[in-house]
């Protein structure tokens, strides 16, 4: 007999060790974050490049509407009435544009000279806006006190006095004239403060030269006029005033030649009392109304005009 044959007790199997996680599973991929643009990737199997995320678009809104508030409130200033409207504009645009200025300040916004320009123009549009509110003012105190002065003749009409007292003969201004008809030429003209200016007959000449003086045409004639004053008043007389008016035979104003070597010698500062002084005019006057000649002249500014009139040669 054949002794059994011990089989082999059977082995455990064995257990797994713990350990790192398997590294053959999907990984996660790196990107960036949900509304961003995908980084560009390297071309041939490369390294991707490295995303940076997108600068913010500049805050330039601010520093136009500052600019359009400003424009349009500087235009509507001029407009009669509506210089209130131009006022809140200005505010609005002043406002607008300093925040403006602080965005670009902090690096948010790029457009400097919109933000400046529009706090510039807004704050012209609230001065404008004053302007305005006080000519407005005026312009209604104006027609109240038209139509206050309307009412007042009215009523001084219907109560006129029964037996009115006759004027008073009142003296007259020393810078009157003594005689206020027109004279020839040669003649003299008297004030009652004791102011006497003399015209002298004008003369022809003719120029010499090349140079043709502004207002001179050709065939024109030219004449000479000889001034002079005399002082004979209490008081200084301004003499920048008294320029002559001259008016050809047709009733056409005549201008003044500013031309030294045409003999342009006029009065000039101030004439005291006992004093006498000379001034010497040319005119160019058209051959056709050359015939005759009026002179009118102001030897202060508060005297009456003298005037003169007469043929010339």
């Excluded at 000479?224 to 008294?242: E, P, R, Y």
């Amino acid at each position: 007999m054949t002794a059994p044959v011990d089989s082999p007790e059977p082995q455990p199997e064995p257990q797994p060790q713990p350990g790192p996680p398997s590294q053959s599973g999907p990984q996660p991929q790196w990107g960036p974050p949900a509304g961003y643009p995908e980084p560009p990737h390297a071309e041939h199997g490369g390294t991707a490049a490295p995303w940076t995320p997108a600068q913010p678009l500049p805050r330039n809104g601010l520093g136009t509407t500052a600019m359009v508030l400003g424009a349009i409130g500087s235009f509507v200033a001029f407009l009669p009435f509506l210089f209130w409207i131009a006022w809140i504009l200005g505010v609005l645009a002043v406002v607008f544009g300093l925040v403006g200025l602080g965005n670009v300040r902090k690096g948010l916004a790029t457009n400097k000279s919109s933000a400046l320009g529009g706090t510039i123009l807004g704050g012209a549009s609230i001065l404008l806006a004053v302007v305005g509110l006080l000519i407005t003012g005026v312009m209604i105190r104006s027609a109240v006190d038209r139509v206050d002065g309307t009412d007042s003749d009215s009523s001084s009409i219907t109560q006129l006095p029964d037996d009115p007292e006759p004027p008073l003969d009142e003296e007259p201004l020393g810078t009157e004239l003594l005689d206020p008809a027109a004279v020839q030429f040669g003649e003299s003209h008297e004030y009652v403060d004791g102011v006497t200016v003399t015209v002298a007959k004008p003369s022809e000449f003719s120029l010499t030269g090349s140079y043709v003086p502004p207002g001179l045409h050709k065939g024109d004639r030219t004449f000479h006029l000889d001034l002079t004053i005399v002082n004979d008043s209490n008081d200084s007389l301004n003499l920048d005033f008294a320029q002559p008016h001259v008016k050809d035979a047709a009733g056409n104003e005549v201008n003044m030649l500013f031309y030294s070597k045409a003999g342009y010698k006029p009065f000039r500062g101030t004439l005291a009392p006992g004093e006498r002084a000379t001034a010497q005019y040319s005119y160019p006057v058209s051959p056709d109304a050359a015939s005759k000649l009026q002179v009118e002249v102001h030897p202060g500014l508060l005297h009456d005009h003298a005037e003169w009139s007469g043929p010339v040669g």
